[in-house]
């Protein structure tokens, strides 16, 4: 009796120790974002816009490239205007060696001043359409500094009054 008793009770230590033994967990973010049908302004692609975006040193012209991205555009009643929140530019912790940012959507380039600009007309709006939005580095005075920059670019969309 006390070695069945022994036995089982080794069992049981062995199957705890199975189960506590290899343990993952993952926690990652979801989220979706649903348009409104009559109003939308998103990314064609939705993989790159909440990720840090690379603008490439270019060995060949010793330039900073720009980036290129398309948004899919809707509105059912009126042109889109877009503004920047702020002023675009890439820091590297030296203000004097700010790389300052042009930014154009649609071909017009954007500033962040108080009033918006339009960059879809209502006809192009109303249909529907893919548009561009560019992002281009302006070369400082003095050239571009060695270092590791970075920087946020802050769009407002809105629908033109009617």
């Known amino acids: 009796m006390i070695k069945q008793s022994a036995f089982a009770l080794c069992v049981g230590v062995m199957t705890c120790a199975q189960v506590f033994a290899a343990r993952e967990e993952r926690t990652f973010e979801v989220w979706a974002d ?3 049908l009559g109003f939308y302004v998103i990314p064609a692609e939705t993989n790159w816009i909440h990720l840090e975006q690379t603008l490439p040193w270019n060995r060949n012209t010793s330039r900073l490239d720009g980036l290129r991205k398309h948004f899919d555009v809707k509105h059912d009643t ?8 702020a002023e675009p530019y890439l820091f590297n912790g030296r203000e004097d060696q ?6 154009s959507f649609n071909g017009q380039e954007l500033s962040h001043d108080a009033t918006p600009r339009q960059v879809v007309s209502a006809a192009q709006a109303m249909s529907g359409g893919r548009f561009p939005l560019e992002i281009q580095p302006k070369v400082p005075v003095g050239g571009y500094k060695p270092g590791t920059y970075y920087g946020t ?9 009617p």
Do not use: K
């Open 34 to 36: 649903i348009p409104t």
């Open 153 to 161: 670019v802050q769009l407002i969309f809105s629908a033109a009054a």
């Open 78 to 85: 009126s042109a889109i205007e877009a503004r920047l929140d």
């Open 98 to 103: 700010n790389i300052y940012l042009r930014v």
